[in-house]
């Protein structure tokens, strides 16, 4: 029989999720859009980059990038113009999150350019706004105190939150630093993940990436390759129960100390005036007497 555990990439699981780090692989991530057939090239210094068989969306996996956001994806109305949304994840972001968003994406290109186009609506961006942030909403997540342009949420613990800028943006500088309309970011400072996504980015998108990160279920890792400040503020269950201790020999003496007195049974001979019916009689002679 197989051993569930044997198929864990992991001996830990990391609870919450947000705490968990990156797994330093992007295959499960690519996965979804290799499955479609997009074309897959890399530069020699190590970076990859997927297309769309239309062209209208690229993915950069840039481990040799010039900053820390190792994976950009940019979808375009025209092959020539600028994005018309971008979304970015840093190195330390877990791969679960990257890969919800690009399974998402790929079922909305299967869909068309309507879909995966699809941009919030003008006259309430607001309200399409709420139904990616529901998810968090309806897992406990809050709003601390309220900031001059900025729609916030974050965890109890205060160790992952959202950031919804409001008002009018520069569409270059959203693609381009961390000044987008969304920001999201877990883990403490020294070991943290962070990810954005510009204003015209389909709210199905992003309600993939909310609904990933505010699960409740926890994800495998080999505890070794997870960063110490995530190690010391993540819930760590092991992957195969530890056994039992094996008991010393004062754990012996003292178990037999404790242990109640056997209780015995013993035989005591009674007197009786009377015979019991199951008591042997004497047989009776059948002849005369003399």
Do not use: C
């Not at 941009?119 to 997540?141: K, M, T, Y």
């Not at 190690?231 to 195969?240: C, G, K, M, N, W």
């Amino acid at each position: 029989m197989n051993d569930p555990a044997s198929a864990v990439d992991g001996d830990v699981y990391v609870f919450p999720r947000y705490l968990a780090g990156s797994t330093y692989t992007g295959d499960p991530a690519l996965e979804p859009l290799l499955a479609l057939g997009w074309d897959l090239t890399h530069d020699d210094l190590g970076n990859v980059y997927v297309t769309a068989p239309d062209r209208k969306i690229r993915l950069g996996y840039l481990p040799e990038g010039d900053d820390d956001r190792l994976w950009r994806i940019n979808a375009y109305e025209d092959h020539f113009g600028p994005p018309a949304w971008g979304v970015s994840f840093n190195d330390q972001s877990p791969t679960e999150f990257v890969t919800a968003f690009t399974t998402a994406l790929a079922s909305a290109y299967q869909e068309g350019p309507e879909r995966y186009l699809a941009r919030p609506d003008p006259a309430s961006p607001e309200l399409d706004a709420f139904q990616a942030i529901v998810p968090l909403i309806n897992r406990g997540w809050k709003m601390p105190r309220p900031r001059q342009g900025v729609m916030e949420l974050q965890t109890p613990d205060g160790m992952a939150g959202l950031e919804f800028a409001t008002g009018r943006l520069d569409p270059e500088r959203e693609l381009t630093t961390l000044e987008a309309r969304w920001y999201m970011r877990g883990g403490p400072k020294t070991s943290g993940w962070y990810a954005t996504a510009s204003t015209n980015t389909p709210t199905v998108l992003l309600t993939a990436i909310t609904e990933s990160v505010s699960d409740p279920a926890p994800l495998p890792r080999w505890k070794d390759q997870m960063l110490r400040g995530l190690r010391e503020r993540a819930q760590l269950i092991p992957v195969t129960p530890l056994p039992p201790p094996v008991p010393t020999p004062l754990d012996v003496r003292r178990t037999a100390s404790r242990r109640a007195p056997a209780l015995t049974t013993r035989s005591v001979p009674r007197w009786s005036t009377t015979t019991t019916p199951s008591a042997a009689l004497p047989s009776r002679s059948s002849g005369p007497r003399r």
